[in-house]
Structures are given as C-alpha cells and as structure tokens.
C-alpha cells in the first residue's frame, strides 16, 4: 500500500518544498491542500504547515501533526526561531506534536536539535526547517505505529512580538546588540532611528554555514537522542 501525506498549507503557494518533499519521501504520494480534509484517516499523515485555521476537535484524530521550533513544552507560542537566537541557546530544538485543542501542547512524536553555531541567523534556521520537518516525517513513515511521549517539565510561552520590538538604540555596540540582529529576519529587519530617519540592519556572515552535520533526532521509541546521518 502506497503511504500517503497531506500537507495542509494556508496558500499552495506555500507549498514550495514539493520536490524535496518527493526526493526525502520516496514512494509516497504527497498532496497539498488549503482545506482541511473531510476524511483524515484517509492518509497516513496530515500535517498542519503553518496552518492558521482552528480546526475543531483536532485532537480527535491520531495522525494529525505539526512542527513548532521549540524543546517542548518550553518557548510555545510566537517566533521561536527568534528568541532561540535572541536569547542565546545552545540547541535549536524542531519538535514534531499531534495536534491539540490548545496552542502547542500535543504529546511528542518525534524532534531534532543541533548546535547554534555563531555564524547561523534566523534566515539560515528558517531555510532548514523545511528539510528537517520533511526527515522527521521520514522517520515517521518508516515505523509501524507512531510512539508518543507527554510533554514534560515547566511551560513557557513566548509573547508575540511587534514590529517596533525590532528597533534597537543606536549607541548599543554591535556585539550586545548580535543576538538580536542575528534573530532579526529580512522581512522584519533590526532598525535604528537617527535624526528622524529609519534605518534596516541586516546582517549574513561572509561565509554562510552548512547544514548542520550534528544534526540529532528523537523518537519517543528510543527515548533518546540519534547522530543523524546525512
């Protein structure tokens, strides 16, 4: 029997990684889709990317996940990938969930985590979550029944950030304002105003970094952490 995914995308437009998601998925077949499916038993995943629509009694359904870019259940909530660059942490932790009534708080399918290195910026973070996601539903596919872990430990939720959230004071030295520019996207860039006048920063190291070699994964069924191997 042929598996089969479903992405569940707020525009098809989004839905860019098609041919990554045909070269790490082979011998499946993928749909995308702006509409939840009647009938989500009829694939093997349905996986919400970016969904913004509330889905009723989600947590109804066993084979509905997604991705938040935190170590679960700390940093739910707004833009992770920013305050895991703001505020300086050693890993950046992709965490793949079931679907849940409330905001981030489904049991553990599976993660992945590798080091921040100096030279990674929210751009480059962003760029391999794509990828990441896609090998953790890989890695989902190839088991006979998806192992679930409870979320353990404190909560955090992140606060949602505002565009003048971004600005930062012109007498600031590079260096204690790095992890914010870092964290900064180009979509919403860092600024400073001077003289009345606004001006973006953004910064991308002279070399950009690779994909990351440390790359690790957890699935409930082992309960622990795995080298990757790329």
């Known amino acids: 029997m042929i598996q089969s995914v479903l992405f569940v995308v707020n525009s098809i437009e989004s839905f860019d990684f098609e041919l990554e998601a045909q070269d790490l998925l082979k011998s499946c077949a993928i749909e995308a889709s ?6 989500p038993s009829d694939y093997h995943l349905v996986i919400l990317w970016n969904y913004q629509t509330i889905v009723p009694n989600v947590d109804s359904y066993s084979n509905i996940i997604l991705f938040h870019a935190s170590e679960l259940p700390k940093g739910k909530g707004w833009a992770p990938i920013y305050y ?7 890993y950046y932790t992709l965490t793949g969930i079931r679907a849940a009534n409330s905001v981030d708080s489904g049991e553990i399918v599976g993660a992945a985590r590798y080091k ?5 910026t929210a ?17 989902l596919l190839t088991l006979d029944e998806i192992d679930t872990t409870p979320q353990v430990g404190s909560s955090s939720y992140n606060r949602r950030r505002k565009k003048e959230d971004n600005e930062i004071v012109p007498l600031d030295t590079i260096a204690s304002a790095l992890p914010h520019l870092r964290a900064c996207e180009p979509s919403h ?15 991308t ?5 690779s994909f990351p070699e ?3 994964i957890f699935l409930p069924s082992i309960n622990a952490y795995e080298r ?3």
């Open 34 to 39: 702006t509409f939840f499916p009647e009938s």
């Open 116 to 120: 921040i290195t100096p030279d990674m």
């Open 123 to 139: 751009t480059h973070l962003r760029t391999w979550d794509t990828t990441i996601s896609l090998i953790l539903i890989q890695k």
């Open 214 to 216: 440390d790359l690790e």
């Open 205 to 209: 190291p002279h070399i950009p970094p």
């Open 228 to 230: 990757y191997k790329l």
């Open 84 to 90: 895991a660059l703001s505020e300086q942490k050693e």
């Open 189 to 203: 860039p860092a600024y400073f105003i001077h003289d009345g006048v606004r001006f973006n920063i953004q910064i």
